[in-house]
């Protein structure tokens, strides 16, 4: 019989308690052995119905309890570099929410340090991948049965955000979804971003655009809009049409629930029993370090045509190194 995965989480706040659940209630062969979080009476209140597990205030003493052999990064995004790094040099596989950091800069340098362990060890929670509306198009892209993809135009609706929720969230929090997708469903590297502005919402704090529209080019042509709604009120809403030479497919159109937990329940279970079993078996699949870097270098040009409205804005690249070709 398989043992079971031993995996710590670290962060308790909305995604990592909601992962903790569905760890403890959902997934097979797996087990949550630590949950590290700086507010302990919170981590403690995550590991309610879970035997054995300890709760960490120090991420570094989780990692050499001897009791872990995966970990899952559910802070906000300008933590993870911190936790990644150590992770990665002591050759842990690691499931880190997205976005993978919040910049291109720091992105590149998680990248660097997997590509020195010479494997894959980062998986990044882009969970629309794993959706089986959004795996039907990408089949659709590669099978050619509708003829070429031309265009995508997806829509992203929030009823709210929350209070931390900042003007560049719009794009390295929401809008970084719609780029992996656009990545993945191509296969292709988006080129260029721009971001048309209008009318704001009065329900939107100051610093947000809402709504707005991002424009994008993959390499290979395809155009790209993208809707936003961050503050819209009554409901979460996401869907992108694929429009093909000979047919169109939708994925998503008046599928409106309450919060994105609800509208990705199924994808973020098939995402984390991906994870698992990849980690149980030894070789990752899911989106990896390089499309977290991917992804937020289009997060910079987006940023730069946020202040740029109307500016198309080239999205700037390294080198993919030969770990990820
Ligand atoms: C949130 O962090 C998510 O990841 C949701 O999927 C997205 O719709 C929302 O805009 C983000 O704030």
Redesign the pocket.
């Known amino acids: 019989m398989t043992q079971p995965l031993k995996v710590a989480v670290v962060g308790a706040g909305r995604?990592g308690s909601d992962h903790i659940i569905r760890l403890r209630d959902r997934m097979k062969n797996v087990r949550v052995t630590a949950v590290i979080d700086i507010d302990q009476p919170k981590a403690e209140a995550a590991l309610e119905g879970i035997e054995g597990a300890r709760v960490y205030t120090d991420f570094t003493e989780a990692l050499d309890s001897g009791n872990v052999d995966a970990v899952m990064v559910a802070t906000p995004g300008f933590l993870h570099e911190q936790v990644l790094l150590p992770a990665l040099s002591r050759g842990f596989k690691v499931f880190c929410?997205?976005p993978l950091t919040p910049d291109s800069e720091s992105a590149w340098r998680i990248v660097e340090a997997e590509a020195a362990m010479g494997r894959k060890l980062v998986q990044v929670?882009f969970?629309?991948r794993f959706d089986e509306g959004y795996r039907r198009i990408r089949s659709a892209v590669q099978s050619g049965e509708h003829g070429e993809l031309l265009a995508l135009d997806c829509e992203?609706i929030?009823p709210n955000?929350?209070d931390s929720?900042t003007g560049r969230?719009?794009i390295d929090?929401?809008?970084?979804?719609e780029f992996d997708v656009v990545r993945y469903l191509t296969g292709e590297e988006i080129t260029t971003v721009q971001v048309r502005t209008g009318k704001n919402s009065s329900a939107a704090k100051e610093g947000l655009v809402d709504p707005a529209q991002v424009l994008a080019d993959t390499e290979g042509g395809v155009r790209v809009s993208v809707n936003?709604h961050?503050t819209a009120g009554y409901g979460?809403a996401?869907s992108t049409r694929a429009t093909f030479e000979k047919n169109h497919l939708q994925e998503g159109v008046d599928h409106v629930t309450p919060?994105?937990e609800e509208?990705?329940v199924d994808a973020y279970d098939t995402e984390v029993q991906e994870w698992i079993d990849d980690c149980l078996s030894g070789e990752l699949n899911g989106p990896d370090a390089w499309d977290g870097y991917a992804a937020a270098a289009c997060c910079e040009a987006g940023l730069r045509a946020i202040e740029n409205p109307g500016t198309s804005v080239d999205v700037v690249l390294n080198e993919k190194p030969d770990l990820y070709r």
Do not use: A
């Not at 929090?173 to 979804?177: C, L, M, R, S």
């Open positions: 995604m929410e997205k929670g969970m629309r992203h929030n955000v929350p929720y969230n719009l929090d929401t809008v970084v979804h936003t961050v979460y996401v919060g994105f509208r990705f």
